[in-house]
């Protein structure tokens, strides 16, 4: 469907070193966004993250991966297997085909 509309950006999203937990022990996912947004943007990293928690995430517990609108520290982010900090972080415009991973750093002892 979305492969081939200009309307849809279609891409993957995995949750590793823990998160999957709070998504069902779904650790890939695949994703589908509109191609702009109400106010006229493609669809960001910070979208995405309000995305996830409000459509994805099962557990109630979203400070284990959101804090303020943002990741939470202790989980990187990479973006093409690049770290999204080269990317331009929650700016960045999620593109076709990306794929996203969340890894959590954070072990408990």
Same mark, same amino acid.
């Given at each position: ?15 590793? +070193? +823990? ?19 109400? $106010? ?25 991966? =959101?804090?303020? $609108?943002? =990741? ?8 093409? $297997?690049? $770290? ?12 076709? +085909?990306?794929?996203? =991973? ?6 408990? +002892?």
């Amino acid at each position: 469907m979305a492969q081939n509309n200009p309307n849809w950006i279609a891409f993957t999203v995995e949750f590793t +070193g +823990g998160l999957e937990i709070l998504f069902d022990n779904e650790r890939k996912h695949n994703v589908t966004l509109p191609a702009q947004l109400s $106010d006229g943007n493609p669809p960001n990293i910070s979208f995405l993250l309000q995305y996830l928690v409000d459509n994805l995430m099962k557990d109630q517990r979203k400070e284990l991966f =959101v804090l303020e $609108d943002n =990741v939470r520290p202790g989980i990187l982010v990479l973006i093409n $297997d690049a $770290d999204w900090e080269l990317e331009g972080e929650e700016k960045y415009e999620i593109q076709q +085909g990306d794929t996203i =991973v969340f890894v959590s750093t954070l072990h408990g +002892g």
